[in-house]
């Protein structure tokens, strides 16, 4: 079993519906969770980071954690055409390195 | 502009000749790594640095080699490329070892014939 799961899709939804895109995971220890986007052939462009449980927002995005079910979500409100891309989640615990999911696949339908 | 820099951002070579791809960051981090994307694989870390002279393995370092003189610069050295290291890399920092997010380069696609 990976130590994160993510789902690789592809998700495919309307302009202006609200996304929802998730990872679990099964190490207890991991306090620091990331959402990245990556467009196609380009370097993964940070959109979130969070430390423990709780949710932060930034914009349309809204990144939630859940530490007690070992599952992370990242929220896009009002989604855009632009917004399609792969999107990646990551965590880490101060004594271990950075595991990654491996991309949701995201496509905004006009 | 705070960011990660690598170059060359293309490369294609041949078996057995020796590269070197660069990169630089200008956000005083301590913590650097090097990974590499391939379909199906997911990013995977190629090896990693904490601080200045301070170097370790990823899960894949076979074929691989780093040195870290500097804080700013983490140069990826292949000896002798072999096409299994065709692939897209990425560089990515962040402030230091434990907390903190990282960010990554724009990437280097290279080609090994």
């Known amino acids: 079993q990976k130590e994160v799961e993510q789902d690789p899709g592809p998700l495919s939804v309307p302009e202006g519906a609200i996304v929802s895109l998730n990872c679990t995971y099964s190490?207890?220890?991991?306090?620091?969770f990331m959402w990245y986007r990556q467009y196609s052939r380009k370097g993964p462009e940070l959109l979130m980071y969070t430390y423990s449980s709780g949710n932060k927002e930034d914009g349309r995005f809204t990144a939630q954690v859940d530490k007690s079910s070992k599952y992370i979500s990242l929220f896009i409100r009002d989604s855009q055409p632009s917004d399609s891309a792969t999107y990646l989640c990551?965590?880490?615990?101060?004594?271990?390195?950075?595991?990654f999911g491996s991309g949701t696949r995201l496509s905004i339908r006009p | 502009e705070a960011q990660v820099t690598q170059n060359p951002r293309y490369l294609i070579t041949v078996t057995g000749k020796k590269l070197t791809v660069t990169c630089s960051q200008n956000m005083n981090h301590e913590y650097m790594s090097w990974y590499r994307q391939d379909p199906g694989l997911g990013l995977r870390q190629i090896y990693y640095s904490m601080n200045v002279e301070v170097t370790d393995k990823g899960d894949v370092p076979e074929g691989y080699k780093v040195s870290r003189k500097e804080k700013r610069n983490f140069p990826l050295i292949l000896e002798s490329p072999s096409p299994n290291q065709t692939s897209l890399y990425f560089c990515?920092?962040?402030?230091?070892?434990?907390?903190?997010?990282?960010?990554f380069g724009p990437g280097t696609r290279l080609t090994v014939t």
């Open positions: 990515a920092s962040k402030l230091r070892t434990g907390g903190g997010e990282q960010y």
């Open positions: 190490n207890s220890a991991f306090q620091y």
């Open positions: 990551a965590m880490y615990s101060s004594a271990s390195k950075i595991i």
